[in-house]
């Protein structure tokens, strides 16, 4: 048996646990007669991680449920397979429903095709869909279900007291997950979501990615500026909000002038 090193009452991380990078964060909410995941991974990580759930003496039909935070690859590729394992039901966001059950490739990263980027990516049954409001309980433990759309329209973040599982929405060296309309990623909603993130009054962010740290507003503040100047660069394409050059060009052919 493996001493559960908990990082919080009631919260282990695997990688944490196994002090090696498996992949994406997984956390284990412990609520004594029962457990919860918040996502699992790559597929090739799951033996490891179901293994090492089970060397902290965790029966595997404990687990009540895994909340998938959003459909992306690398934090659902193993999702079927652990629901098949674990017998356990499998709660998401509705807009990430559909990804999950369509296997779909372009929504969940799987397939970048200029990249040659193919991973397999199968479809996983969706038993209970969660938004915004919801409560949910695991034994002695309860999250509250937050929407935090802009990474993807179904990202999914869950608070508990002083804690944030935070997903995707900012990481401790204030990158953000990936900007991309290919999946569903809106930067105005995004902002949106970091300034909701910025103005709780969580003490601490639980990533997706990455090291758990202290929430610091001025980290949040930095990337929403940054973020809000994305949306008025082109460099961010379909998902820009507006593109001031262009109506400076406007002003500019108007005069029928060169403004070298
Ligand atoms: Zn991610």
Known sequence: ?????????????????????LGVNIYLIDGGSEYALIDVGFLDELPEVLELIRQMDFSLSACKMILATH????HTQGLARAREVLKCKVATHPKSVGPLQDGDEV?????????????????????????EGDVMTIGDQTLEVWSTP????????FRRGPLLFSGDNIFRDGCVGVIDAHHGSNLVDFIASLRRIRDCDAEFLLPSHGPIFRKDNALLDATIARLESYTHMADFGTCVVDWPLLDQWEDELATGKLML
């Open 150 to 157: 802009g990474h993807t329209a179904g990202q999914l973040s």
């Open 1 to 21: 048996m493996l001493e559960r090193h908990y990082i919080f009452p009631g919260v282990i991380e695997l990688n944490v646990q196994a002090r090696r990078r």
């Open 71 to 74: 459909a992306d690859v690398d």
């Open 107 to 131: 929504m969940t990263y799987a397939r970048i095709d200029a990249q040659n980027i193919h991973i397999p990516m199968p479809r996983c049954k969706v038993d209970l869909m969660i938004d």
